[in-house]
C-alpha cells in the first residue's frame, strides 16, 4: 500500500521503495491529451528526488516547454544567463528554446519535472488565451503554485503505483488540470482566459502554415519558402505566427521537424537514415547535427534512453 502524508509544512513523505516505484512508473506513462480545440503531449512526466537522482548539470535547452514544480527543498538553476532559485511549492515554466541548466539542488530537494508539447485551435478564444498565457510566461520568474496542483502530484503517483495499467486516463486528467493551473498562474493582468480578441483571417492563416508544413515535412523548407508559397514576406508571415504560436516561422518549421522525427524514433524501427529522408534532412550526418543542436544529444542516444 502506498502512503502519502501531507503535514503542515508541506513535506511530502512516502515509504522511499515505493516513492521511488510510483516515480518510474509515472515516468513510464506517456500522456496525450485531446480535448477539444487543446492538444497536449507530454514528453516526459516524472518526480525527481536528489538522493537519487544523476542530475543533467550542462547547458542545454528544448524544442518544448519543461515544467520544474518543486515539492520539497530548493534548487538553483542557471536561466539565459540568470541565476534563478526555485523553492517549495512554486515552479519554473522554461519557453522553448531557452537556455538553462541545474546547479544546486539542495539535500531535500524534489521535483515533478514535465517536458510536453501544446497544439491549440487558434480559432478558440479560451484555447488561445491559454496558449498566450503559456508562451509569454517569464522563464525567469518562480510562480507561487496553487494548492489544488500539490493535490494533483499526489494523485498522479498514487494512481501510477496502484493502477499502473489502466491509471493513464486517470493521470492525462490529472495532467490536464496541472497544465490549466499553469496557465492560470503565469496568465497576466491583461489577458482573461476566454476573452481574446482576434482576427478570424489571421487565425485561417496560421491553419493554413501548420497544414502547409505537416504536408511538406519531408522537403527542406526555409522561412523563405513557406512565405513565398502564401505570397507573402518573411517578416509579415512571421508576425502571424508568433502571435498565434509565440515562435518565429523558423523555430515553427523546427519544432514541426523534431516532432516528426521524435514521432519515428519512438514508433518505428526506421534507421536514422531513413528517418533523415522522411524530415528533408540531406543526409544522416545533417539530421544529427540538427537533432543535436535542438535537443542537446544525437537521435541514436534519444532512442536508446526511450527503451531504460
Known amino acids: 500500500m502506498f502512503y502519502i502524508i501531507v503535514f503542515a509544512k508541506g513535506e511530502i513523505e512516502t515509504d522511499n521503495k515505493?516513492?521511488?516505484?510510483?516515480?518510474?512508473?509515472?515516468?513510464?506513462?506517456?500522456?496525450?491529451?485531446?480535448?477539444?480545440?487543446?492538444?497536449?503531449?507530454?514528453?516526459?512526466?516524472?518526480?525527481?528526488?536528489?538522493?537519487?537522482?544523476?542530475?543533467?548539470?550542462?547547458?542545454?535547452?528544448?524544442?518544448?516547454?519543461?515544467?520544474?514544480?518543486?515539492?520539497?527543498?530548493?534548487?538553483?538553476?542557471?536561466?539565459?544567463?540568470?541565476?534563478?532559485?526555485?523553492?517549495?511549492?512554486?515552479?519554473?515554466?522554461?519557453?522553448?528554446?531557452?537556455?538553462?541548466?541545474?546547479?544546486?539542488?539542495?539535500?531535500?530537494?524534489?521535483?515533478?519535472?514535465?517536458?510536453?508539447?501544446?497544439?491549440?485551435?487558434?480559432?478558440?478564444?479560451?484555447?488561445?488565451?491559454?496558449?498566450?498565457?503559456?508562451?509569454?510566461?517569464?522563464?525567469?520568474?518562480?510562480?507561487?503554485?496553487?494548492?489544488?496542483?500539490?493535490?494533483?502530484?499526489?494523485?498522479?503517483?498514487?494512481?501510477?503505483?496502484?493502477?499502473?495499467?489502466?491509471?493513464?486516463?486517470?493521470?492525462?486528467?490529472?495532467?490536464q488540470q496541472l497544465l490549466l493551473d499553469i496557465a492560470r498562474q503565469t496568465a497576466s493582468r491583461s489577458i482573461a482566459l476566454g476573452d481574446i480578441s482576434h482576427s478570424r483571417e489571421q487565425d485561417s492563416r496560421v491553419k493554413s502554415i501548420l497544414n502547409f508544413l505537416h504536408d511538406n515535412i519531408r522537403n527542406s523548407l526555409t522561412a523563405a519558402d513557406v512565405s513565398g508559397n502564401f505570397n507573402m514576406s518573411v517578416k509579415q508571415l512571421n508576425r502571424i505566427v508568433k502571435s498565434s504560436t509565440g515562435l518565429t516561422l523558423t523555430q515553427l518549421i523546427e519544432q514541426q521537424k523534431i516532432s516528426v522525427i521524435k514521432h519515428l524514433l519512438e514508433?518505428?524501427?526506421?534507421?536514422?537514415?531513413?528517418?533523415?529522408?522522411?524530415?528533408?534532412?540531406?543526409n544522416e550526418y545533417n539530421m544529427n547535427r540538427f537533432f543535436k543542436r535542438i535537443e542537446g544529444l544525437p537521435p541514436g542516444k534519444y532512442r536508446i534512453s526511450l527503451k531504460k
Request: include cysteine; charge should be negative; aromatic fraction near 10%.
Open 18 to 175: 515505493n516513492k521511488l516505484l510510483a516515480a518510474k512508473r509515472l515516468s513510464n506513462t506517456r500522456i496525450k491529451i485531446s480535448y477539444g480545440p487543446f492538444q497536449f503531449d507530454t514528453l516526459w512526466c516524472r518526480t525527481a528526488y536528489n538522493e537519487n537522482e544523476t542530475w543533467t548539470k550542462k547547458r542545454h535547452r528544448h524544442t518544448f516547454f519543461e515544467l520544474h514544480y518543486c515539492l520539497t527543498g530548493q534548487c538553483s538553476y542557471f536561466i539565459s544567463g540568470n541565476p534563478v532559485t526555485l523553492c517549495s511549492d512554486t515552479f519554473l515554466l522554461l519557453l522553448p528554446r531557452v537556455q538553462h541548466q541545474v546547479l544546486s539542488p539542495s539535500h531535500d530537494f524534489s521535483e515533478m519535472v514535465m517536458g510536453f508539447t501544446l497544439t491549440i485551435d487558434p480559432t478558440d478564444p479560451e484555447a488561445l488565451a491559454v496558449g498566450t498565457a503559456l508562451h509569454e510566461a517569464d522563464s525567469l520568474k518562480t510562480y507561487p503554485a496553487l494548492p489544488a496542483m500539490r493535490g494533483c502530484v499526489q494523485q498522479m503517483l498514487e494512481t501510477a503505483l496502484e493502477h499502473p495499467l489502466f491509471g493513464g486516463v486517470t493521470i492525462a486528467g490529472l495532467v
Open 267 to 282: 514508433t518505428t524501427d526506421l534507421s536514422l537514415f531513413e528517418i533523415a529522408s522522411k524530415v528533408g534532412c540531406s
